[in-house]
């Protein structure tokens, strides 16, 4: 907890493996032994602030795609039955067949959504569980309700750490253990009811009525504000020595004596007081439900006036172990300790959705790139295994993203349709306005203004597609980050949902525009190159997409590069004709290889089509010689298989961009 700018967030990202290697001093242990941010990203899940879901999924649907993702290894029913578990758990059984819903689509609340994001990543039981300011845009009684249905979660088995902005009394209550930052720095470390104590010894006194975790935050904002800064606060915390008064007007009201300074050590004086993790143990068992620890901060953090402390000294260095206290244990709950169960770890006989405990670093095997510490090795007798990075297999994978594509799409038609619209509505002016062309110049002129225009209408067409992919993104990296499934599964399954409904849309404008005016080449290859123009051009949008962080600089991008392939197609100036320095330019633009390879498909021949100035028969050939194209039937596929390769090499991009520049951390 603490005021704006704190570090709340920063503290909590650091724990959670999602800042980037080299941006953040420290380290994070399990249990005395340092982890990898990838080792602790694979037992936990992490909330964000913003929720990241598919508008027109229903919230059982939402649940059960995770479900799918996330427990790969049982059955269906057995699926099924966990997310109806799941959904009881979390109060949402009144909204289960309830869209999602966005601004234009109604759908639950703010906090069943907040609800449905935090049942998305705790489906698989995680063992540590990372929230960011889960009530935040809530309402009191909505944000009550998610942290109730958190504390729960704590219940029954996952270690529960989150940041909380300013939470309600009643909210207070719920919280088992309390870390108060301020600018970076620690003012405050230990259970909820130690605050009052705390303000005491620091001179203070709550005044009666008033809450004492939101006085405490009152006067760090004081202090904030003086010129003596929030340091003295941090000093009282790491020491026990008791801040100066604000003002000469400000009297002590301690009662007991000052707590001695405790010495730090070398290390924590060559670290300083702004290190964020590593060091000192801090067992994290939120709500008694678990029993692993994780250890943050080189120095002293803990309030040296904690109800429940035990402390130890040698050579002049004072350590602490804080435990936390459970809170609120329900009367209506028999609890059982398992024979084998660890100090702190609690089940409970209910109908909570059961999740595995916080492990000790001896239950897994792992692999020594797990640990960062040299001397720290894998221990060899483990009996359990942390098991494959994911849960499902890459087709299984890619037929579960490809049901979920076709469900949205099936929900949200608008983008299908709106295509197929302008390529029907086009394709009918296009066959009324070159209809039958005549057998001369002029003839000639309007094959060629047909097909340049039919390429740029297919690369336009898919412009569209630059929002609908930076809104899904969002979606990507928050279930992408956690392992739920590969950056090739994803890139191969919005490839194949796509191409059926490419294929029609190249089919309908084929079948319009191919007889009505008369075309002369193969129906086949016509209707291949349409076909592979559109997936093309939609793998080269999808690319921008994933490139650009706003869908305004997508559309820029888009619209920049496509008047520069249209430039450099040959329609303009020929290949031949191009300035060498800028012959790269008509290799490069997709629009050269489809509008060269339509030509040559209606050209390559010695067909009548006209008649020049000089009263000589034009054939086919005679076009393409002078417009400096092949001639060779060879060169006609090649053009096909060149703009499939541009097609692989952008979705291949793509892949590259998802799997290493899309990364849910902070730099």
Not at 321 to 345: E, I
Not at 431 to 454: H, V
Request: hydrophobic letters at 40%; charged letters at 15%.
């Amino acid at each position: 907890m603490g005021p704006s700018g704190a570090g709340k967030s920063t503290f909590l990202d650091g724990l959670a493996g999602r800042i980037a290697s080299g941006s953040l001093m420290g380290r994070v242990s399990l249990d005395g032994m340092e982890m990898s941010p990838s080792f602790i990203k694979r037992i936990s899940a992490y909330i964000m602030q913003d929720d990241r879901l598919f508008p027109m999924l229903t919230v059982y649907e939402t649940l059960m795609f995770a479900a799918d993702f996330r427990l790969g290894s049982i059955s269906v029913s057995d699926k099924r039955q966990r997310v109806e578990k799941l959904i009881e758990q979390l109060g949402l059984s009144t909204t289960r067949n309830t869209y999602i819903g966005d601004e234009g689509t109604r759908g639950v609340s703010g906090g069943e959504r907040r609800r449905v994001s935090i049942g998305v990543d705790i489906i698989h039981g995680p063992s540590l569980l990372f929230l960011d300011e889960p009530t935040s845009g809530l309402d009191s009684t909505s944000a009550h309700s998610v942290i109730e249905k958190v504390q729960d979660i704590a219940r029954s088995g996952s270690t529960v750490i989150l940041t909380i902005h300013q939470p309600s009394s009643r909210i207070q209550t719920l919280l088992d253990h309390l870390i108060i930052l301020a600018r970076g720095q620690l003012m405050f470390q230990g259970s909820p009811k130690d605050v009052t104590h705390h303000l005491g010894r620091m001179g203070r006194k709550v005044p009666k009525g008033e809450n004492s975790i939101e006085y405490l935050i009152d006067v760090i904002q004081e202090y904030d504000q003086s010129e003596l800064g929030v340091q003295a606060l941090a000093d009282f915390a790491l020491t026990g020595m008791k801040p100066p008064p604000i003002s000469d007007e400000e009297m002590s009201i301690s009662t007991v004596l000052p707590t001695p300074p405790v010495p730090r050590t070398s290390q924590d004086a060559h670290q300083g007081r702004g290190a964020i993790v590593g060091g000192k143990r801090l067992p994290l068992s939120a709500g008694g439900g678990a029993h692993g620890n994780i250890n943050a901060f080189d120095h002293s953090v803990r309030s040296p006036w904690g109800t429940s402390r035990s402390w130890s000294a040698s050579h002049s260095v004072v350590t602490e172990t804080l435990k936390f206290t459970p809170s609120r244990q329900r009367t209506d709950r028999k609890m059982h300790l398992p024979t084998n169960a660890s100090p702190g770890y609690y089940t409970y006989s209910n109908d909570i959705l059961q999740s595995t405990p916080t492990p000790h670093s001896s239950d897994y095997t792992v692999t020594s790139d797990d640990y960062r510490t040299p001397n720290v090795a894998p221990n060899t007798n483990a009996h359990n295994h942390l098991g494959p990075k994911f849960h499902n297999s890459f087709f299984t994978e890619t037929w579960v993203l490809m049901r979920r594509n076709f469900t949205n799409i099936r929900r949200t038609p608008e983008l299908f349709l709106s295509r197929q619209m302008v390529l029907t509505i086009m394709g009918f002016m296009m066959a009324t306005m070159f209809y039958n062309p005549k057998a001369n110049l002029q003839g000639i002129t309007d094959r060629l203004s047909f097909f340049i225009f039919t390429v740029c209408l297919f690369f336009f067409s898919s412009n569209d597609a630059v929002p609908a992919f930076i809104q899904e993104r969002y979606v990507f990296v928050r279930e992408s980050s956690h392992n739920a499934y590969r950056a090739s599964s994803y890139t191969i399954a919005g490839l194949v949902t796509y191409l059926p409904f490419l294929a029609v849309q190249a089919a309908t404008y084929a079948v319009i525009v191919y007889w009505a005016l008369g075309l002369q080449g193969s129906f086949p290859y016509f209707l291949l190159m349409l076909f592979i123009s559109l997936l093309s051009t939609n793998s080269f949008v999808v690319f921008v997409s994933s490139v650009v962080p706003t869908y305004i600089l997508g559309y820029a991008a888009v619209i920049a590069f496509t008047a520069l392939f249209f430039l450099f197609c040959g329609y303009f100036l020929n290949s031949n004709d191009i300035p060498p320095y800028w012959k790269w330019m008509n290799y490069v633009s997709t629009m050269t290889y489809p509008y060269e390879g339509l030509l040559m498909n209606e050209y390559q021949n010695n067909d009548f089509f006209g008649v020049d100035t000089t009263g000589q028969n034009i054939t086919g050939v005679d076009i393409l010689n002078g417009l400096h194209i092949k001639t060779e039937e060879s060169h006609k596929w090649m053009h096909v298989l060149i703009l499939l390769g541009w097609a692989v090499l952008y979705r291949v991009l793509f892949y590259f961009i998802l799997r290493f520049g899309s990364k849910n951390q902070r730099t």
